[in-house]
């Protein structure tokens, strides 16, 4: 794990990470949920999809659209193991602490915050 504010300067350095951003209908969802509910879905997902120590579909598990944590995840590269290794320094094969699922968590709300600021702003 890392800083959080180097981790966001190194992902804006990838295209393939830097391409992920909210649509209109991601922004709605938000509404309609709210940060609150959105956080309790992230961490819903998380323990399901990535917290496990052996994950039978590894680098599949997460859709590329349909959720704006599961957009943020791409972002983030806190989308599968593989990333989580990569990006992240967390090794593969064990399960996830509590302490690796909160600062997953905190990453991707930390762009997701980032991205809803972003897009209401230019709304004005």
């Given at each position: 794990m890392q800083d959080i504010n180097y981790l966001f300067y190194r992902l804006s350095k990838s295209k393939f990470r830097s391409s992920f951003h909210f649509k209109e209908k991601d922004i709605s969802y938000i509404d309609k949920k709210g940060l609150d509910k959105i956080k309790e879905h992230a961490y819903d997902f998380i323990n399901k999809r990535l917290r496990p120590s052996n994950i039978l579909n590894d680098?599949?598990?997460?859709?590329?659209?349909?959720?704006?944590?599961?957009?943020?995840?791409?972002?983030?590269?806190t989308c599968c193991r593989g990333c989580l290794s990569k990006w992240?320094?967390?090794?593969?094969?064990?399960?996830?602490?509590?302490?690796?699922?909160?600062?997953?968590?905190?990453?991707?709300?930390?762009?997701?915050?980032?991205?809803?600021?972003l897009h209401n702003k230019n709304d004005c």
């Open positions: 680098g599949k598990q997460t859709p590329m659209r349909g959720h704006p944590v599961f957009i943020a995840q791409h972002a983030t590269a992240h320094g967390i090794s593969k094969n064990r399960e996830l602490t509590d302490g690796e699922v909160d600062y997953i968590v905190k990453v991707i709300m930390t762009y997701i915050k980032s991205e809803y600021l």
